[in-house]
């Protein structure tokens, strides 16, 4: 199991960096912010009715479950291959940056900014470990309450992140990104300051403001700043 996981883990996030890439590719310059939000927008949409499919299929059968959840892969994979056969169009980066960086690694602001949004990532991905242990421990709450706690994040994001990109569109994306960052760590910060539902919810808002802020317009800046044969490796 334990073997399997991290193969599974490999294959899985291999799709991330791949899928916004792609997104890219076939995204204008003009709307590579909207483009790779609504890519989050999918998968964030999948993430709020995929645990409620699969808590169905568990209860139903634990051998159904993963045969099913296998199966959505290979299909999505099908449609990659079969349905997509349009070429992408090249687009130039949007801010201008015409020079072509053989490697990452040669780009100092895009190093910089990646190591920064490491320390960001050490913070948000808390999420998945010990912030809903903390729930647990801290605060008193039952699983179902924590799944109550933690929904109103993908349902501000499916409801509203669109909207906002396209109004963020007009501001300076780095400065934008900066504000998400010092909000997501905020948005944790405050979690041993109080207690209740009502004020874990309260949480949960600020670092999700602080996530649309932050992801989307990550992703577009790493992308407008690549040469577009080098997309890939950047992301």
């Known amino acids: 199991v334990a073997v399997l996981t991290i193969v599974l883990a490999l294959f899985g996030e291999m799709v991330r960096p ?6 890219a590719a076939f995204a204008t310059p003009s709307s590579m912010q909207q483009s790779l939000g609504l890519t989050r927008l999918a998968v964030n949409l999948g993430m709020m009715i995929g645990p409620v499919i699969g808590g169905f299929l568990a209860a139903w059968s634990y051998q159904a479950l993963f045969i099913i959840d296998g199966a959505t892969s290979f299909i999505a994979a099908a449609i990659v ?3 997509l056969r349009e070429s992408p169009r090249s687009t130039e980066p949007a801010d201008g940056t015409q020079a072509r ?3 990452p690694w040669s780009d100092g602001g895009f190093v910089v900014v990646m190591l920064l949004s490491l320390l960001t990532a050490l913070v948000f991905f808390q999420i998945q470990s010990t912030y809903m242990f903390y729930l647990d421990h801290q605060y008193g709450f039952a699983e179902k309450i924590i799944g109550l706690v933690l929904a109103p994040n993908t ?3 499916v409801l509203v992140e669109m909207v906002f990109l396209r109004w963020l569109a007009q501001f300076d994306r780095l400065k934008v990104i900066a504000i998400g960052a010092f909000l997501i760590g905020a948005g944790f910060a405050m979690v041993p300051l109080g207690r209740g539902v009502v004020y874990a919810i309260g949480c949960v808002l600020v670092w999700t403001l602080g996530e649309m802020l932050c992801l989307s317009p990550l992703s577009a800046w790493v992308a407008d700043r690549a040469p577009p044969e080098a997309r890939g490796r950047f992301l």
Do not use: D, E, F, K
């Not at 791949?18 to 997104?23: E, I, W």
């Open 18 to 23: 791949a899928t916004h890439a792609a997104t």
């Open 155 to 157: 349902l501000v994001i």
């Open 81 to 83: 291959l079969l349905a």
């Open 101 to 103: 960086i053989a490697s």
